[in-house]
Each structure stands twice: as C-alpha cells, then as structure tokens.
C-alpha cells in the first residue's frame, strides 16, 4: 500500500527558510521520479521541483535559485529546502510520484509567507 506524507510546513515570515520532507511507505523514492507541487487559493496547481531516479533536479523558474530538492536514498524521504521565501510562495504544499501509470500524492502541507 504506497503512502506519501508531507511534513515541515508552517507561518514564515518573507525572506525566512522552510524545509519540507516527503516520506513515503510502499515504494522507493530512488527507483522513480518525484516532484513537489504547490496550489495557492485561486489558482491551478504547479510544478515547483522534480528530482529522477538518477538524481537530476529542475525547478519552475519562479523559484530557481531558492528552493532545493533533494532524496535521502538511506531515510526513503524527498526534501524541498526552501529560502528566501516570499509571499507568492504561500500554497499547499504536495509530493508526488507515479509507478506503472498511477499517480500517488500526499495529502499536502500548508506553507504561509506573511508578514
């Protein structure tokens, strides 16, 4: 039974840090691809960050430079380092990753910038 909890999200002020982490049971982050998404009141989900199997990452270019994502391959988790957080970051937080055709998400995690 795969299941993805996301963790580490909160209130930060703009210009603070955040890290948030993936865990997942049922499968192996390293054997597939996983991304985190974000959606903000109002509007469609994006694609914030994906890293591959072999570990290559891409990030959307709204936060290139200031998130990282990352595996821990020994802890089975996916991480998203997040600085310089600015107010357009707020959203609800989701890890994802799909395994012969079916898509698995976690149930997200709330990350409000404010001042």
């Known amino acids: 039974q795969v299941h993805l909890v996301e963790s580490g999200g909160g209130l930060v002020q703009p210009g603070g840090s955040l890290r948030l982490s993936c865990a997942a049971s049922?499968?192996?982050?390293?054997?597939?691809?996983t991304g985190w998404y974000r959606q903000a009141p109002g509007k469609q989900r994006e694609l914030v960050a994906t890293?591959?199997?072999?570990?290559?990452?891409n990030y959307a270019d709204s936060v290139k430079g200031r998130f990282t994502i990352s595996r821990d391959n020994a802890k089975n988790t996916v991480a998203l380092q997040m600085n310089s957080l600015k107010p357009e970051d707020t959203a609800v937080y989701y890890c994802?990753?799909?395994?012969?055709?079916?898509?698995?998400w976690g149930q997200g995690t709330q990350v409000t910038v404010s001042s």
């Open positions: 049922g499968l192996v982050f390293s054997f597939g691809a």
């Open positions: 890293i591959t199997s072999a570990g290559r990452t």
């Open positions: 994802n990753t799909e395994r012969r055709g079916t898509s698995y």
